[in-house]
């Protein structure tokens, strides 16, 4: 069976630019949207690794609690100026692991890539009836 999994470069790349953002000096709903858009790109990126599950949420648990000074920044912000950014902050890792549940394309095959596949599926007249170009009128 094929296995494709992440590249571990793919996800310190990822982490890398996590940090650069959790420690940078941005505003916070600079970070936020940014935040939001690298795990956004990062899932786009990594769609059609069908075993890296096991990779995707180990990395939302580590993407959960480096997030844990910036949902207390938001928190705080957000009793002062409600925003929905602000609520954003701590459904990020989960929202991360949907959207790779969502996005994977876990077809091993097509189960009828071809009408003419198995020539002996359809009878002679079916056949016939499809291939005619007079169809549309009748028989």
């Not at 990395?59 to 929905?84: H, N, Q």
């Not at 989960?94 to 077809?107: E, P, T």
Request: charged share 30%; net charge positive; aromatic share 16%.
């Amino acid at each position: 069976m094929l296995e494709i999994t992440v590249d571990e470069r793919h996800i310190s790349k990822f982490k890398q630019s996590v940090k650069t953002f959790i420690h940078g000096n941005f505003p916070l709903k600079y970070k936020i949207t940014e935040l939001d858009r690298l795990v956004g790109s990062f899932v786009y990126s990594v769609r059609y690794a069908r075993n890296g599950f096991e990779q995707v949420l180990s990395l939302s648990r580590w993407l959960g609690y480096r997030l844990a000074p910036l949902c207390a920044e938001a928190e705080v912000k957000a009793r002062i100026k409600p925003d929905y950014l602000y609520d954003l902050v701590p459904r990020l890792p989960d929202i991360m692991l949907n959207k790779f549940l969502m996005s994977g394309d876990y077809r091993r095959y097509y189960r009828r890539p071809n009408f003419f596949y198995d020539p002996h599926e359809h009878d002679e007249l079916t056949l016939v009836r499809f291939m005619s170009p007079f169809r549309e009128g009748g028989e």
